[in-house]
């Protein structure tokens, strides 16, 4: 059983640089909520209520959203404003949040390393801070589903189209069930000439315990930092590692063309401003 999640949130948002010099991007709003809150949801959704954010200098505003905050809720009280105060109050009680600090990116390996102690030696999944997921079954449930069958750790993997390649960690595996795959490799952002399919991890995982001591043994990568990929490659070597091909919706938050399509998206479905979003939409293109 999965009891705890991971959600990395310590990277520094260079691709959103200036707003990210003060605001966490796993901040920034999809329309009226945080991106961070949509990976949360998704855990929760997935079974799990025990949730470590692993972040840096200049996330505390993380924190503080997940608190409580007296002054803005008795504000809305007296208002009665009470849709809102209820909306308010439920996210400091949305699950049980804990917290621990990334001193310097190191990369995403270091990242959970970080969760070490917290997690001690049960199974875990991670949600990556800036990937937002959709389908009738939580991407994390799916891959819980595959971890209770097979008892092993478990990506979740989607064919990625040939120009992105490079920016993806792309598997190699032998397709053993419908959207499963027993992985061979793993490659870390290959050339696309090189790449050994097109499967490529999006950022949801459920590993176990051993993958600390295999993060341990990884050397870091160009950048010094520590590549989740190169830990799951040592991690084959002593038990079998699963793929399972995410057949849902993938929004990419952490880059800035994705993250205003994923805000168009969202705006869409929004019955408040749809009509405004399209008829500006319309006018525009």
Same mark, same amino acid.
């Given at each position: ?19 990210? /010099?003060?605001?966490? +991007? ?62 308010? +109050? ?50 994390? +449930? ?113 880059? /800035? ?7 168009? /998206? ?20």
């Amino acid at each position: 059983m999965i009891r705890k999640a991971v959600i990395p949130a310590a990277g520094l948002g260079t691709r959103f640089l200036p707003i990210t /010099k003060s605001i966490p +991007k796993e901040m920034l709003p999809i329309i009226n909520k945080p991106i961070i809150q949509f990976v949360v949801e998704e855990a929760i959704l997935s079974g799990i209520n025990d949730i470590l954010i692993v972040t840096g200098r200049g996330k505390r505003s993380i924190e503080d959203y997940f608190d409580t905050s007296p002054e803005l809720e008795n504000h809305l009280f007296h208002k009665k404003k009470y849709n809102l105060l209820k909306e308010v +109050k439920d996210i400091s009680s949305i699950a049980e949040i804990h917290y621990i600090r990334q001193k310097d990116p190191k990369g995403l390996g270091d990242a959970i390393l970080k969760a070490e102690k917290h997690i001690g030696d049960e199974p875990f999944a991670v949600l990556l801070g800036d990937d937002l997921t959709e389908d009738s079954k939580p991407c994390t +449930k799916q891959l819980i589903d595959v971890f209770e069958r097979k008892g092993r750790s478990v990506i979740a993997v989607q064919e990625i189209p040939e120009a992105r390649i490079s920016s993806y960690g792309i598997i190699k595996g032998e397709c053993i069930e419908e959207d499963l795959y027993l992985m061979e490799d793993v490659v870390e952002k290959p050339d696309p000439r090189d790449a050994p399919s097109n499967l490529g991890a999006i950022g949801r995982y459920v590993f176990t315990p051993e993958i600390f001591d295999c993060i341990k043994k990884t050397p870091p990568s160009l950048g010094d930092e520590i590549q989740i990929a190169d830990a799951i490659k040592i991690l084959m070597r002593d038990q079998e590692v699963y793929a399972h091909k995410f057949g849902g919706r993938r929004y990419d938050a952490g880059n /800035k063309s994705d993250y205003i399509l994923t805000l168009i /998206k969202f705006a869409l479905r929004d019955e408040e401003i749809r009509r405004d979003v399209l008829n500006y939409l319309r006018e525009e293109v």
